[in-house]
């Protein structure tokens, strides 16, 4: 448990005494700023996101849809809405207002 937590800005989480602990923003709406705001291909915000941070802690078997990795994933539209979250193989969300 981190104790008190604090909401700055209505999008950073601290302790008491400053420490960042993250954000309360959505991923999706991140990837999306990366895209509009830093003007990433969507390649680059696919490797930035899902890819890097599994090479980064030693993951090997996710981070990128590929034979022989696990097939956890959320599949997303051009504005990274998601569509669906798929774990194990099983949609486990799908967005209600979804034409897919």
């Given at each position: 448990h981190?104790?008190?937590v604090i909401v700055k800005n209505n999008f950073i989480k601290t302790k008491k005494e400053g420490?960042?602990?993250?954000?309360?923003?959505?991923?999706?709406?991140i990837m999306k700023r990366a895209r509009d705001v830093v003007g990433l291909s969507f390649e680059e915000v696919a490797r930035l996101y899902a890819e890097n941070?599994?090479?980064?802690l030693?993951?090997?078997d996710r981070g990128k849809?590929?034979?022989?990795?696990?097939?956890?994933?959320?599949?997303?539209d051009?504005?990274?809405?998601v569509l669906y979250t798929i774990i194990d193989g099983r949609i486990v969300y799908e967005n209600p207002h979804s034409s897919v």
């Open positions: 981190f104790g008190p420490l960042i602990l993250g954000g309360i923003i959505p991923w999706n709406m941070p599994c090479r980064c030693g993951i090997h849809i590929e034979i022989g990795r696990k097939s956890d994933f959320c599949l997303m051009h504005d990274y809405n």
